[in-house]
C-alpha cells in the first residue's frame, strides 16, 4: 500500500503560527508603544559606541553591571516593539540575542543578563504600553533564549507557563507562549539530559489547563488552536516520559471529553484520537472501543463535511447560474472539445482541491490512529485493522485521484445514506417531443448564447 505522510510542516499541522497571532492581535486592538528607546532602529543600536562598549567589557570576563543592564532593558530589548523594527521582528530577535548574549565571557555575567532579561520580557508580556504585536515579539523571544552551553534557557519555562495560564493576557500573547514551550517539549526529545523526565513533568499542568479550558476563555479559533497544540506536545511527551506516562492522564480525561464533544471542531477531536492512540501505546488505560467508535463516526463526520460542500456549490449554481468551477474549483476546466472541435462538457469538479487535502489528512490521520487502537483489543482487533486499511485507502486517493467521484465513492462506502441523488438534467430532451439533431444545439455550444 502507499504510504501519505503528513509532515509536522504540512499544511494542516498548523505549525503557521503567524497568521494565526496576527488575526487574533488585530482583534484585540492595541496600544501604541511608549518612552521609545534612543536607537529607533537595531541597526543604529548595533553600530553604536555604547554597544561597542558593552561588548568590549563583557567579552573580557567583566561583571554583568548596572550600565550593561540599563543598555539591555532600556534600549535592546525595548527594539523588539519599536516600529523602525517591525518588518523584520524575526531577524532582530536573532541580532538581540547575538550582539547582547554571545559576547558574555563569564558566566555569572551571562546567568544575571538573562536573568534581567527573562523578568522584563515577562512584563511586556503583560504590558499595556506597547502594541499586542510588540508583545507577541517579547514572548516569542524569551521562547527563544538560550543558556551559555546553547540550550533553551530552563528559567524562562515557568514564566513561559504563567503567561499561557494567565486568562487576562491577550489570547495571541498566550499562543506566542505556548510557541515558546513546544520549543523545549521538541528539545526534551532530542535531549540526553538526566533531568528531563523532571523537566517535562514540569510542563504537564500547563498543558493540563489549557486542554480544560472552557469555551468563554478564548475566541474559538484561539482555543482551538491551543488545545490541537497541547494535544501534540502531550504526545511528545509520551516518549519523554517513559514509565512516568501517567503524569499525563489528566490531559487523557480532557482528550475524551473533546472527542465526545460533537459541537468542537473536526480536526481538533481527530487530534484526541492521534494523542489518545499513542497514549494507549504507552500503557495507558483508555476505554478502547468507545474511541474507535467515535474515530469511526469521524471519517463519516469528514466526508459530510466535503461533500456537503459539493451540495452547496450545486445548489449556489442551480440559483444563480453561475459556475466557480474555473475559479479555483476542483479538477480540469468545464470547457473541453471533441475530435471535431466542438465544445462539450467536461467531468464536472465542485470541490476545489484544498478540501481534498484536507480530507485526505483526516482519513489517513484517522487510520493511522485505529490501527494502533486496534493493538489494544482483545477481539475484533483484525476487523478494525482492516476497515482502517479501506480508510486509509480512501485518504491516498483523495490526495492522488482529487475529484468529486472519489469523494463521492468514499461516502457511498462509509455513509451511503448521505447521499443525495442526481437531479434530474434540466435539459435532457423530453421523450415526447421531437427535435431535429441537424438544428438542436449541443450543451454548451456558443449558438445557445445567441
Known sequence: MKHVLFKKNSLFSTRFVGGLLLSLAFHSGSVCAQNEPRYNRIASLESSN???????????????????????????????????????????????????????????????????????????????????????????????????????????????????????????????????????????????????????????????????????????????????????????????????????????????????DSNRAIDLRIRTVVFLSYSANAGITLPTDEILTAADELVKNSLRDVYGIIQDKKFEEEITGLSDMGMGGGGPEMMGYDAMGMPVENERNYLPITYFVRASWRLVTLADSMTRLAQQLDSDKEQYEDRAKLIRSYGVKFYEEPKDASLTSAVETFDPESIVPEANDPESKDPGKETDPETTPKKLSPFKLR
Open 50 to 260: 555604547e554597544m561597542k562598549s558593552y561588548q568590549k567589557d563583557l567579552r573580557s570576563g567583566a561583571s554583568f553591571a548596572e550600565k550593561h543592564q540599563r543598555l539591555l532593558l532600556n534600549e535592546g530589548l525595548p527594539q523588539l516593539f519599536i516600529d523602525g523594527n517591525r518588518l523584520d521582528r524575526a531577524g532582530v530577535r536573532q541580532r538581540l540575542e547575538k550582539i547582547f548574549f554571545d559576547s558574555i565571557a563569564d558566566s555569572t555575567a551571562y546567568k544575571k543578563a538573562t536573568d534581567s532579561a527573562v523578568t522584563q520580557l515577562s512584563a511586556l508580556a503583560r504590558s499595556e504600553q506597547i502594541s499586542i504585536n510588540g508583545s507577541i515579539n517579547a514572548v516569542l523571544f524569551l521562547g527563544e533564549l538560550k543558556d551559555k552551553q546553547g540550550r533553551l534557557l530552563t528559567t524562562a519555562t515557568e514564566p513561559l507557563s504563567e503567561i499561557i495560564s494567565d486568562d487576562s493576557v491577550t489570547p495571541a500573547v498566550r499562543i506566542a507562549a505556548l510557541a515558546g514551550l513546544g520549543k523545549r517539549i521538541r528539545e526534551l526529545g532530542t535531549s540526553s539530559s538526566e533531568n528531563k523526565q523532571v523537566e517535562a513533568a514540569s510542563i504537564v499542568p500547563t498543558l493540563n489547563k489549557i486542554l480544560s479550558l472552557p469555551a468563554e476563555s478564548l475566541p474559538p479559533i484561539g482555543r482551538d488552536w491551543m488545545q490541537g497544540r497541547a494535544l501534540e506536545y502531550s504526545s511528545n511527551l509520551l516518549s519523554i516520559l517513559g514509565d512516568k506516562s501517567q503524569e499525563l492522564d489528566g490531559a487523557v480525561k480532557s482528550a475524551i471529553t473533546i472527542l465526545k
